[in-house]
């Protein structure tokens, strides 16, 4: 299938590891030129090594998306280095897990200051320059935990949940301007993240290991790049009339109607 993804220029946010920067090296891999950020300049630095053969251009930027400034700086420097903004992919972010009674004001603020209002304020910033190009497509990389509410990660699951509403939301602000917008609902994805959260850093091969295979109905966790083949669907024109969906990659382990 030819994605229709050669030459279009896409910022990712999160891009230098994980799930962001496997979406990251499959646009250039399909000749699209992409601007990686995140706050590490090394995890860019070694992006970049990554991609050096691929047909597409890798601009990189360190920045933390916790400042508005930050994001302000991304949507420029994309429209500065490729001419316009085609995609945006929504995807820095993390929420901590944790006893509710222990996680006071400023931990759910600081966490929803990346996790929900980086993804409103990006967003904000890359939907004029796609309506001026002629119309874009915003991809938001939010998770599976908003239809599985828990009571150990209620500052993530409750964030995810608002963004699943912000992306129907704002679908329909963009069906105004020409701009696609969808969500993407991940399970457990094995990236440095899901190690941290579970405590398996030490884990010879985690991805086969019990606490793992127990994660979901299919017996393993996802990998980056099965959410990054979705992502590139999603925001290619052969996914034009999905407008306003969020649509869950989780091995099953969603099972309410909604995911
Ligand atoms: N992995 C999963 O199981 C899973 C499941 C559901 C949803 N998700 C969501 O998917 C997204 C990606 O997760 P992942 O597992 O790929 O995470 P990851 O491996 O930890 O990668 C996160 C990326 O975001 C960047 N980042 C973190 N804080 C940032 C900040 N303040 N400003 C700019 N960039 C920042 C990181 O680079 P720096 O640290 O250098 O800034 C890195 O490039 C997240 O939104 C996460 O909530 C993941």
Same mark, same amino acid.
């Given at each position: ?33 992409? %601007? ?9 630095? $070694? ?38 903004? $085609? ?26 200051? %990346? ?22 497509? =915003? ?44 969500? =993407?609902?991940?399970?457990p994805?094995?990236?440095?993240r899901l190690l941290k959260m579970r405590g398996a850093l030490?884990g010879?091969?985690p991805?086969?290991g019990?606490a793992f295979?127990?994660m ?5 966790v ?27 990659? $989780? ?9």
């Amino acid at each position: 299938m030819n994605l229709e993804l050669n030459g279009k220029s896409v910022i990712v946010t999160g891009g230098s590891k994980g799930i962001g920067r496997a979406i990251a090296l499959a646009m250039l891999a399909e000749g699209a030129n992409v %601007l990686a950020c995140a706050r590490g300049a090394d995890a860019l630095a $070694d992006l970049a090594a990554s991609a050096s053969a691929s047909p597409g251009r890798l601009e990189t930027l360190p920045a933390d998306l916790m400042e508005p400034e930050a994001i302000r700086r991304v949507a420029t420097r994309c429209v500065d280095a490729f001419g316009r903004v $085609d995609i945006l992919v929504n995807n820095a972010g993390s929420a901590r897990t944790g006893e509710f009674l222990e996680l006071d004001d400023q931990a759910w603020l600081d966490d929803w200051r %990346l996790k929900f209002f980086g993804y409103v304020r990006m967003a904000r910033a890359a939907m004029l320059p796609m309506e001026r190009g002629g119309g874009g497509v =915003i991809v938001n990389i939010i998770g599976a935990a908003a239809l599985n509410p828990r009571r150990s990660y209620m500052i993530g699951g409750a964030a995810n949940a608002a963004l699943n509403h912000f992306t129907k939301a704002l679908a329909d602000e963009g069906s105004r301007r020409r701009v696609r917008v969808v969500g =993407i609902n991940p399970g457990p994805i094995l990236t440095e993240r899901l190690l941290k959260m579970r405590g398996a850093l030490s884990g010879a091969n985690p991805a086969q290991g019990d606490a793992f295979s127990r994660m979901t109905p299919l017996g393993r966790v996802g990998t980056p790049e099965e959410v990054a083949d979705l992502a590139l669907f999603l925001a290619s024109p052969r996914a034009a009339f999905i407008h306003g969906a969020n649509i869950t990659i $989780d091995g099953g382990y969603t099972q309410g109607l909604m995911g």
